[in-house]
């Protein structure tokens, strides 16, 4: 309660600061503009979720954290290092300062600090890199939000919504709305790969350097893409964009789907065992390991015996998802005692409610 109180008072914060910003006009058309990008971006994230998928109290709350308190923490001390960078180089060079080496190294380590959170204290929710991804994705995804508010706020407040050559809400749009929704989430998700990393290894150093070198990753790339749109001109911009961050944000989204492949394979694997076990029933194998199987079961259950039993399905389906991946990346122990009750106990809910009419 104390923190989703913090949290919200960080919410107040912010908006306090978009409205004496930019006013209030210009930040309702700035929030109404920022909601175009924002929903495509965490949609892509749930999708690459879906084996898995994450408790949605804790999406939300890595949302909120982007948007509220890794936001207003970046404000505080990128606008503190502009002020220091003015009074020692010259009014003016305090801009750059603050985009090229202080917004990197903060909002990165800010936006972050929910994601190592949930790999430190709810460890059985982060089991590899798809978590790390997505996480990370969705807490970058909030900064983006707000970010975006201002931004599309301040242009407007100074030129109006334009047309797509001139300056305004429009060009602005498809510069940061369509061709660069995946920006901040890109360089996120750099160190949400690295603590993925970690999460999937038993190698002291490898938990250590996965993180850290994560994190630097992230670092370089943001700094690089400001320092491209701060320090550099159009042809800088479009070098930057097209030779460094379009091949990165291919070769993230390649990786992300190995690993979504690669869960699906770890399933496969761990099923045959699970029924010599008797924690699952034969025929269920072939619905378990299948994505768009999975779904039609749960959508068959829920329109037969309600929503209720659709949820319980969801629940075995979870249960047995995290099985397999326990037992893929860790040696028997009392967790995976109590992950097979899970599923013991999600499996007898599912049938009873499934019957229940």
């Known amino acids: 309660m104390v923190g989703l109180i913090l949290l ?17 006009v210009a930040e309702l058309v700035g929030l109404a503009v920022a909601l175009l990008p924002v929903g495509p971006v965490v949609a892509a994230f749930l999708w690459i979720d879906r084996w898995e998928p994450e408790p949605a109290r804790l999406l939300w ?5 982007g948007a509220c308190g890794a936001t207003i923490t970046a404000l505080l001390i990128n606008n503190t290092a502009e002020a220091v960078g003015d009074l020692l180089l010259g009014k003016g060079n305090g801009d750059a300062v603050a985009a090229v080496v202080s917004a990197p190294l903060i909002e990165e380590a800010a936006k ?26 969705m807490c970058a995804a909030g900064f983006a939000f707000t970010e975006n ?40 998700i750099m160190t949400g790969v690295g603590i993925g990393i970690a ?19 992230a670092v370089v790339l943001h700094s690089l893409w400001n320092s491209a749109a701060t320090l550099g001109n159009a042809t800088t911009f479009l070098n930057v964009y097209f030779l460094i961050m379009l091949p990165v944000f291919l070769g993230a989204a390649l990786l992300a789907n190995w690993a979504r492949k690669r869960e ?71 967790d995976e005692q109590l992950l097979t009750q899970a599923v013991r106990v999600s499996r007898a809910t599912a049938v009873s409610a499934a019957k229940r009419q």
Do not use: M
Request: glycine letters at 12%; a positive charge.
């Open 8 to 24: 919200s008072l960080c919410g107040i914060g912010v908006f306090a600061y978009l409205t004496a910003s930019v006013g209030v």
């Open 61 to 65: 709350l890595a949302f909120a954290w």
């Open 112 to 137: 972050a600090a929910f994601v190592l959170g949930v790999y430190l204290w709810k460890r059985q929710e982060f089991n590899g890199v798809i978590d790390g991804i997505v996480y990370a994705g």
């Open 149 to 188: 508010i201002y931004y599309f706020g301040r242009i407007f407040g100074e030129h109006g919504f334009g047309t797509a050559q001139t300056a305004g809400v429009v060009a602005a749009f498809i510069l940061r709305g369509v061709l660069s929704p995946f920006t901040h989430p890109l360089f996120t």
């Open 199 to 217: 999460a999937g290894t038993r190698r002291q150093w490898v938990r250590v350097a996965g993180p850290l070198g994560g994190y630097l990753a």
């Open 264 to 334: 699906a394979k770890i399933i496969a694997v761990a099923l045959p065992r699970l029924v010599d076990e008797g924690l699952i029933a034969a025929n269920e194998v072939e619905l378990l390991s299948n994505l768009k199987r999975r779904r039609e079961w749960r959508r068959k259950v829920a329109r037969k015996a309600g929503p209720q039993a659709g949820r319980a399905v969801a629940d075995y389906q979870t249960a047995v998802t995290e099985l397999a991946f326990h037992r893929h990346s860790h040696a028997d122990g009392e």
